[in-house]
T-cell receptor, first 114, second 116 residues
Framework: SQKIEQNSEALNIQEGKTATLTCNYT??????LQWYRQDPGRGPVFLLL?????KEKRKERLKVTFDTTLKQSLFHITASQPADSATYLC?????????????FGKGTKLSVKP | NAGVTQTPKFRVLKTGQSMTLLCAQDMNHEYMYWYRQDPGMGLRLIHY???????AKGEVPDGYNVSRLKKQNFLLGLESAAPSQTSVYFCASSRSGSPLGGTEAFFGQGTRLTVV
């Protein structure tokens, strides 16, 4: 069956360091993958989308990579700040059937300590 | 710009009662989604719709029904609520599901439902 794994439930880092979050998927080949941020008590907010033919995407301090051979996406936050503390969710596009099948990983809770 | 609005924000139900959660979007999006979020389980897709008049099952559809009679509204119904349906429910919408663009999903603020 198709699976999405974000292999760290929680990640604690020091302010100024680079945070790296991992999203692995099995048994399918997504055409694209999205990353979202969720703060406590709020709905997720879209951050970045990367397509299968793109190796890397950047937006300010954020960088996403997509390795279709490893079936993995890495999400980096450089020069991290306490305000980056949140849960980050990945959503590889689940192909087959309707394109509306938007499924998320369980998320990684990032804590950035001052 | 309202975006995605969920009604109500909080609700307490007794076991066996029924209720409808309303999701409204003002962005003319084709796709709409209902999720539930539970501690340790992440966001799980209940049902979704790829256009007015269409609905489809997601990961955890049992015990829920949906309707999309108008493009801007997506209703989630619980016919006979159970304590296992205690959760936070999120609605979302997106312009499309195509890798060509428009897949960014916009979420509502959530509905906290408790079934006692």
């Amino acid at each position: 069956s198709q699976k999405i794994e974000q292999n760290s439930e929680a990640l604690n880092i020091q302010e100024g360091k680079t945070a790296t979050l991992t999203c692995n998927y099995t048994n399918y080949s997504p055409a694209y993958l999205q990353w979202y941020r969720q703060d406590p008590g709020r709905g997720p907010v879209f951050l970045l989308l990367i397509r299968e033919n793109e190796k890397e995407k950047r937006k300010e301090r954020l960088k996403v990579t997509f390795d279709t051979t490893l079936k993995q996406s890495l999400f980096h936050i450089t020069a991290s700040q306490p305000a980056d503390s949140a849960t980050y969710l990945c959503a590889p596009h689940r192909n087959g059937g309707s394109q509306g099948n938007l499924i998320f990983g369980k998320g990684t809770k990032l804590s950035v300590k001052p | 710009n309202a975006g995605v609005t969920q009604t109500p924000k909080f609700r307490v139900l007794k076991t066996g009662q029924s209720m409808t959660l309303l999701c409204a979007q003002d962005m003319n999006h084709e796709y709409m989604y209902w999720y539930r979020q539970d501690p340790g389980m992440g966001l799980r897709l209940i049902h979704y719709s790829v256009g007015e008049g269409t609905t489809a099952k997601g990961e955890v559809p049992d015990g829920y029904n949906v309707s999309r009679l108008k493009k801007q509204n997506f209703l989630l119904g619980l016919e006979s609520a159970a304590p296992s349906q205690t959760s936070v429910y999120f609605c979302a919408s997106s312009r499309s599901g195509s890798p060509l663009g428009g897949t960014e999903a916009f979420f509502g603020q959530g509905t906290r439902l408790t079934v006692v």
